[in-house]
């Protein structure tokens, strides 16, 4: 009988903070720079430089430990990680080991049974490396360090997690926690949340945890499934092939679907941590403590039950609109300047969703501006527009923001309201099309249909489509 | 009286009152320098044309009145392991053999903002590791006293050049001993303040927890006025502090009635030189004399200062050393294709035997499976030597001792046997351990006419004490 | 003397410090490394039971910069002292693996 087994995963989740400056010094964190525009003699480890701690990033830090349920390292430090590689200027990383600002956390993520605790181990403060970029045909790489000292936070979770599915909802759960704090846009593709897998495999029902593997270089959700399905598949073909799992690291080929060892003599993985003489300890005040708890924004689960009481939108809306803090603030802020909620909603959940989708986008990537959601709401409202010339405008201003009315008015896309040249064009409608009429006439309540689309055309789409209903009825 | 007799604030003051100009001053050192420099070497780098030009225009900023301090004017040498923008900075290294900082150090900033004019970048042991300034890549320097004796280090250069007149006043860095010893080799006054006193932003790292940057002078004056120059709380720098009493010229004051005087009887036993103790215990005599309450005590730990350091120096310096891979900077070996490769030959090539033994020796002791018997061992011992020197200093205002067992050695004799050249840093590394300010003054000479050193330490953030005795004790004649 | 360093010790200490001796200059280390420690060793003397380790010397804490933006485009700088260099960027040898 083959033996069943069971997956154990552990995550670690690097995410880049949204702070104006990096950690230690105070050039841009702004992403898509010419490569080494946004860097300065501390980030590229130039001889006599030093480090100095950005206030913003322990504060970031300590919110998401509040947000996570962590207990909050009042006295903690930083440490140096020492390994060579040339996208770490100092050949050295400013990390913490010994005493991590944030420990002994959890989120609690939805399974099909119920709800379940994934723990947190910790939660601790490092700086980015830069960037390697290849160059083939010179047979070379090149550094670019405007990512070098972007900081970073990685959270270490206890390996809780128990299939692909999980570690999913854990990540999506942490990315909306994070998102909602404003501590980081959380983007797989760009690269500001990135998730290392560690993954073994038992038996179902043994006590000990098998032989661990890291998996790095996973940019998608997608390609951290497949990660793991493919991951456990090869240590389960050597456990029943009778070899041993070995603790490596393994560098995952999203192109390839496969993962390779990442072993090389000369990485020893010893990284000779110490604690970094130049940066004195971090000491969190409880006063500081509270002022932080006391800030920290509405959380979705908070946000979902006063949307309830507010707005009257179906649950199901709710649901999808505060899934994302940036969905949810235009949402807010559209409602507020005296929109429907309802409308609002629509706009959303409807033309919002459908466009993200087709275009791969996440609700992140949402640009236009609540005001001119709102306008557009009013245009229809107003019936300046009728609604297909709505999704119409709707569709410009998602890819360039413009303003609504404007925009209207430019393209001379208002509804006509004059009833005799819409009488006009209906009576030239019914005149071109005597199938339709006899068709009509005979019972076929449905190519009414037809004649309103053909009025519509007609009328290049600007008229109110139930005045033309009430002509169509009239006339025939 | 010839303008190199004089010392840097007696010339500034000349320059101010129009007696001497800058240009003048500067030609007169390098004329010095002309003669002496072949057989001394106490630079690496000079900038001649730099410095004249540097000369015209602070002469002008002190004719119109913009530049009135006391060290306007004044020709100065930096140590080569302080960032000098648009000047070569080696740290004594092949590896930074043609290094030019985009930026200075915040110590030279300073120095310059009070219209010194640096000559150039003096030599030192290879990242200020070494006691003799002979694991210099550019060459030893000599001890201007006797050409056949060591400067002393790692800040030999610069104590060589202010003895030899070469130089008005110089920067050095201080780890282990290296500002105090080389000017204890060299007859000169050289002063390690208080941890945190002077940024170290553009030092190049030894051991940052240990580094200091202090001057290395003619006489007392010059160390304080310089002193209150260069100290500053330094945003770039997250270990510099914002402290008080940094007017040290105030402590120029001819008195040490009353003042407690602690002489450690561990500092007078084996292996000091019979020569060195007795000129010593003079100055303290004459302290005494002078109305300081001189007694001896315990110090205790004093033999484990030094595995102490060279566990935490080694550590820290293995990690501050591995930027330098060839990559952005310094010296990388030609022709290597492979990364690993590139990195183990530059480094290989590019460090001296001295700095490969201690980033060997700190990588081990921080390896995997030896931090906590080593590294954090050390780190607990560090911590009862700065609770012995709190408790001295419950009792005493200034501990008196030597700087070093002997005056200098004979060039060539002490890098054989690295330990017993460690052995010689025993009075000045639980200084660096502790944080606390230590100052060398010259207190005679041996039969061999080679100068012989005074040390007196203080508490942290007590250099005005340290001021006030060495003055008067300077001021009283020898 | 009482510590003994390995070639195996000396072959791994070279690769974490990314140095490369030759086999004069190994036997040399593996004497002064082994001496050095022995010299170390004499720190197990103290009792240090309960001893916090002191890596600053001062009990100073929380040094913050504010979040604000005072660095421009400083590349060319950047790249002065650079051995190698190509857009912008410094060159190093080939590190994708595979």
Redesign the interface.
């Known amino acids: 009988m083959a033996k069943e087994y069971e997956t154990v995963i552990g995550l670690e989740v690097h995410v880049e903070l949204a702070?104006?400056?990096k950690i230690f010094?105070?050039?841009?964190t702004a992403f898509g720079g010419?490569?080494?525009?946004?860097?300065?003699?501390v980030c590229?480890g130039?001889p006599g430089t030093l480090p100095?701690?950005?206030?913003?990033v322990?504060e970031y830090a300590i919110g998401v430990g509040l947000a996570t349920n962590c207990t909050i390292t009042q006295y903690c430090?930083f440490d140096r990680k020492?390994y060579?590689?040339?996208d770490n200027p100092q050949n050295y990383q400013i990390s913490q080991l010994y005493l991590p600002i944030c420990r002994n956390g959890y989120v609690e993520i939805e399974v099909p049974e119920g709800s379940k605790k994934i723990g947190i181990h910790e939660i601790h403060m490092e700086e980015d490396a830069g960037k390697?970029?290849?160059?083939d045909w010179?047979?070379?790489?090149?550094?670019?360090?405007n990512r070098s000292g972007v900081p970073l936070i990685e959270i270490v979770s206890e390996p809780d997690m128990r299939s692909a599915e999980e570690v999913i909802a854990y990540l999506e759960k942490l990315r909306m926690i994070i998102q909602y704090l404003g501590a980081s846009d959380c983007k797989l593709q760009e690269g500001s949340m990135r998730a290392d897998v560690n993954l073994s495999v038992r038996e179902v029902g043994a006590k000990e945890f098998g032989t661990r593997t890291e998996m790095k270089n996973l940019n998608s959700f997608r390609s951290i499934a497949r990660a793991i399905e493919g991951e456990r598949a090869r240590q389960i073909d050597l456990i029943e092939s009778g070899e041993a799992v070995i603790q490596e690291t393994r560098?995952w080929?999203d192109g390839k679907e496969a993962s390779?060892a990442?072993r090389?003599?000369?990485d020893?993985q010893?990284y000779?941590y110490?604690?970094d003489?130049d940066?004195?300890?971090?000491?969190i005040s409880d006063e500081w403590l509270e002022r932080i708890r006391g800030s920290q924004p509405e959380f979705r689960e908070e946000k979902r039950k006063r949307y309830k009481e507010t707005f009257d939108i179906p649950d199901y809306d709710i649901d999808i609109i505060t899934d994302s803090k940036h969905m949810a603030d235009i949402f807010e802020a559209t409602v507020a300047l005296g929109a429907q909620p309802k409308k609002v909603s629509n706009w959303l959940m409807v033309e919002t969703l459908r466009i993200l989708k087709e275009r791969e986008l996440d609700p992140e990537d949402i640009q236009f501006s609540p005001k001119h959601l709102a306008a557009l709401i009013d245009l229809t409202d107003k019936k300046v527009i009728n609604s297909t010339v709505a999704k119409e405008v709707f569709e410009v201003m998602f890819a360039e923001d413009i303003d609504p009315e404007s925009y209207v008015e430019e393209k001379g896309l208002k509804t006509v309201n004059d009833e005799g040249a819409l009488r006009k064009t209906v009576e030239q409608v019914i005149a071109d099309n005597p199938q339709s009429v006899e068709d009509y006439h005979n019972g076929k309540e449905k190519a009414i249909g037809f004649l309103v689309g053909q009025t519509m055309k007609a009328m290049q789409g600007k008229a109110d489509p139930a005045s033309v209903n009430r002509l169509l009825k009239e006339l025939l | 009286m010839n303008i190199l007799d004089y010392t840097a604030t007696e010339l500034s003051e000349k320059i101010k009152q129009g007696e001497i100009k800058v240009t003048e001053a500067v030609e007169a050192v390098f004329e010095r320098i002309g003669i002496k420099e072949e057989e001394l070497h106490c630079y690496i780098t000079l900038e001649k044309d730099k410095a004249l030009a540097r000369a015209e225009q602070v002469q002008r900023k002190i004719d119109s009145g913009e530049l009135t301090g006391p060290l306007a004017g004044v020709p100065f040498a930096i140590k080569d392991n302080l960032c000098t923008e648009g000047t070569l900075t080696t740290c004594a290294s092949k590896i930074l053999e043609?290094?030019?900082p985009?930026y200075s150090a915040e110590a030279v900033r300073l120095l310059e903002q009070a219209g010194v004019v640096i000559l150039g970048k003096t030599n030192m042991d290879e990242f200020a590791m070494g006691s003799t300034t002979e694991t210099s890549y550019y060459g030893v320097t000599k001890n201007p006293h006797n050409t056949a004796h060591v400067p002393g280090g790692s800040s030999g250069g610069s104590a060589a050049a202010v003895a030899a007149g070469e130089c008005f006043a110089a920067l050095g860095s201080d780890t282990g001993g290296s500002i105090r010893q080389p000017a204890s080799y060299c007859g000169v006054v050289g002063m390690k303040p208080t941890?945190?006193t002077v940024s170290r932003y553009g030092l190049i790292a030894y051991g940052s927890?240990l580094d200091q940057i202090g001057p290395l002078t003619k006489d007392v004056r010059d160390c304080a006025t310089i002193l209150e120059t260069i100290a500053s709380h330094d945003?770039k720098d997250?270990?510099s502090?914002e402290r008080e009493g940094t007017d040290f010229t105030s402590a120029l004051v001819e008195d040490v009635k009353g003042m407690r005087i602690g002489i450690p009887r561990d500092y007078f036993g084996e292996g000091i030189d019979g020569e060195v103790k007795d000129k010593v215990l003079n100055a303290a005599k004459r302290l005494e004399a002078m109305g300081a309450v001189v007694e001896e005590f315990d110090l205790s730990?004093v033999?484990?200062a030094?595995?102490?350091y060279?566990?935490i120096a080694a550590a820290e310096a293995?990690s501050n050393l591995?930027r330098f891979?060839?990559?952005?900077?310094?010296?990388?070996v030609p022709g290597?294709?492979?990364?690993?490769?590139?990195?183990?030959?530059t480094?290989?090539e590019g460090?001296g035997?001295e700095v490969?033994?201690r980033?060997?020796?700190?990588?081990?002791?921080l390896?995997s499976g030896y931090y906590d018997a080593?590294y954090?061992?050390?780190?607990?011992?560090?911590?009862?030597i700065?609770k012995a020197f709190d408790e001295a200093f419950a009792r005493y205002d200034c501990i008196l001792g030597p700087v070093a067992p002997t005056t200098a050695p004979e060039l060539g004799k002490s890098l054989a046997d690295?330990?017993k050249m460690y052995l010689g840093d025993i009075y000045t590394i639980a200084v660096n351990?502790?944080?606390l300010p230590g100052i060398s003054i010259p207190c005679g000479t041996d039969s061999k006419g080679l100068p012989i050193g005074l040390q007196l330490i203080g508490d942290?953030f007590q250099e005005k004490k340290l001021i006030q005795a060495a003055y008067t004790y300077e001021q009283g004649g020898m | 003397m009482a510590n003994v360093i390995d070639d195996a010790?000396?072959e791994?200490?070279?690769?974490?410090?990314?140095?490369?001796?030759s086999e004069e200059?190994k036997e040399q280390?593996k004497k002064?490394?082994a001496?050095?420690?022995d010299?170390?060793?004499?720190?197990?003397?103290?009792d240090?039971e309960g001893?916090?380790?002191?890596?600053?010397?001062?009990p100073?804490?929380?040094?913050?910069?504010?979040?604000?933006?005072?660095?421009g485009?400083?590349?060319e700088?950047?790249?002065?002292?650079?051995?190698?260099e190509?857009?912008?960027?410094?060159?190093?040898?080939?590190?994708?693996?595979?």
Not at chain 1, 25 to 28: A, E, H, L, V
Not at chain 3, 51 to 58: A, C, G, L, N, R
């Open positions: 702070t104006k400056t010094c105070g050039c841009s010419a490569p080494n525009t946004h860097t300065c003699p590229t130039m100095v701690l950005n206030k913003q322990v430090k020492n060579f590689y040339p390697l970029i290849h160059d010179e047979g070379c790489s090149l550094v670019d360090y560098r080929d390779y990442m090389s003599k000369e020893a010893d000779r110490f604690p003489p940066l004195p300890p971090v000491s | 043609n290094f030019v985009t941890y945190g927890s945003s997250s270990t502090m730990l033999e484990y030094i595995p102490t060279y566990t293995s591995e891979d060839g990559i952005k900077y310094g010296y990388r290597v294709e492979d990364l690993h490769p590139m990195y183990k030959r480094r290989s460090f035997p490969k033994r980033i060997m020796l700190g990588s081990f002791v390896s080593y954090l061992k050390a780190l607990k011992v560090k911590a009862l700065k690295p330990i351990l502790a944080g942290c | 010790t000396i791994y200490v070279g690769i974490l410090a990314k140095l490369e001796l200059e280390a002064d490394m001496r050095m420690l010299y170390i060793d004499k720190l197990g003397e103290l240090t001893v916090e380790p002191m890596s600053h010397v001062f100073v804490r929380n040094v913050f910069r504010e979040d604000v933006v005072t660095n485009d400083d590349r700088n950047i790249l002065r002292n650079a051995p190698a190509k857009d912008g960027m410094f060159v190093v040898p080939q590190t994708f693996e595979g």
